[in-house]
């Protein structure tokens, strides 16, 4: 080699003059000049790895950045799939069945009759997982610690455990199969504001079909905790039977609740059972409850800003490196120049370079985000430090990061625009130099 291992300017030339040879065509008599896109991706690729620490440091920042994006998202995403779920099955399971004036004012009087037979119409149908029946009504809870305003269900305690898993959430005393007469569990929030416990005598004030006050007598028998701080305070359950004779609607119902098992394919399931239940109404719930709704799709929308956030972070590393990288070598580029390479070519080897920083960063980045979606997405993280505060907003204290396949498509396109735009600015500081000037350049 006719230079010196410390003479990087004579290094350069050299690796220039080199490629120009590589590059060629076979024929040494040939005039014709060697094809640029292979010129300029051998020289682009031999400058990346000839300060290795640069380019590795570039390359990890670039791994980092997307892995932070993806691992952002991820937790995002599961976030609110977390409250949405937590909605579904405690509150509003997937579809919701009620006469079509009941959802209006809630009257007692709007009842579903016949609902068991059109209970078994609606387990036949295809994507159905679960099926309960419920009967509503607002009333006052008594206790000798004070009062409180409640949602009353009544409920079938197989039925309903099967849709809501209420059965699966009891912390004391048992759920209400097998409790002798006028049994009632309530949530731990409300145990916990009217010194409640298992065994404790409570009463309850309501109206019934005919407009007259009813109030009865219900001994608790167990306490459940969903850890939905706010719910828990205002619901109570009791058996079906014994709300239905209070209310004067023996064998009627306020609402059918079903869980599907595949989400996917909701509204497929909800014509199906619109086609078995003849004029009842029947919501999915998005129709239910469109603040779910309205979250879901605006969190997509806030992916999308944090993802471009992180990016423009990203952009500005890129940029300090690289421009570092162009002035660290202003007689190198300056060499270039003055044997011959002309600034369009200088341009595109510096936006190449980037180019291909990032295309080595980048799927690094996004494999270790994989690994860490697919990781916690089956293990999940728990935030039990943040349980109280938590529940108070609806959420689970644990939380199963999750990422749509697509996702992953959109941080590649999203990557490679982000290193187009970042190596734009080094390329043109890099343009700007002036050959004499370069070589004179200490």
Known sequence: MPCGRKDKTCLVSYSYVQTLRETSLPNPTTT??????????????????RSKGRSLVVIAAVALGVWAILFTLGFSTGFIKSFINNGI??????????????????????????????????KGVENVKAVSSRVL????????????GVQVLGIDPKAEGSVTGIDQKMIDGKFLEGAKKSPIIIGKALAEELKLKVRSKIRLSFLNANGDMIESGFRVVGI??????????????????????????????????????????????????QAKTGNQL????????????????????????????ILLALIF???????????????????LMAV????????????????????????????????????????????????????AMG???????????????VMGIGVGITAILASLYPAYKAISLRPVEALRAI
């Open 282 to 309: 029947v919501e999915g719930w998005r129709d239910i409850a469109p603040e779910l709704d309205m979250i879901e799709s605006q969190s997509q929308i806030s992916n999308y800003v944090v993802m471009i956030i």
């Open 340 to 391: 011959g390479m002309n600034k369009l070519k200088v341009f595109t080897m510096i936006v190449v370079e980037t180019i291909m920083l990032t295309l080595v960063g980048a799927p690094i980045g996004m494999f270790l985000g994989w690994l860490t979606m697919s990781y916690f997405g089956k293990k999940g993280l728990s935030l039990a430090s943040y349980e109280e505060g938590l529940g």
């Open 224 to 273: 459940y905790d969903t850890k939905m701080g706010p719910l828990d305070k205002v619901r109570v359950f009791v058996r079906q039977s014994d709300l239905q004779r209070e209310l004067q609607i023996k064998d009627a119902t306020h609402e059918i609740a079903v869980f599907v098992e595949d989400p996917q394919n909701l509204q497929s399931t909800i014509e199906a059972i």
């Open 317 to 335: 590393g890129i940029i300090n490196t690289m421009l570092m990288a162009v002035l660290e070598r202003v007689r190198e580029l300056g060499m």
């Open 32 to 49: 014709q000049s060697p094809n640029p896109t292979i010129m300029i991706t051998s020289l682009a690729w031999r400058n990346v790895w």
């Open 89 to 122: 099955q405690n509150q509003y399971s997937h579809i919701q069945i009620h006469h079509p004036k009941y959802p209006e004012n809630k009257e007692i009087k709007y009842v579903i009759e016949g609902s068991e037979p059109m209970m078994q119409e609606i």
């Open 395 to 409: 959420l689970s204290d644990f939380i199963y990061p999750a990422l749509e396949p697509s996702m992953y498509i």
């Open 137 to 148: 009504v607002g009333g006052t809870l008594n206790s000798a610690r004070g009062m409180r």
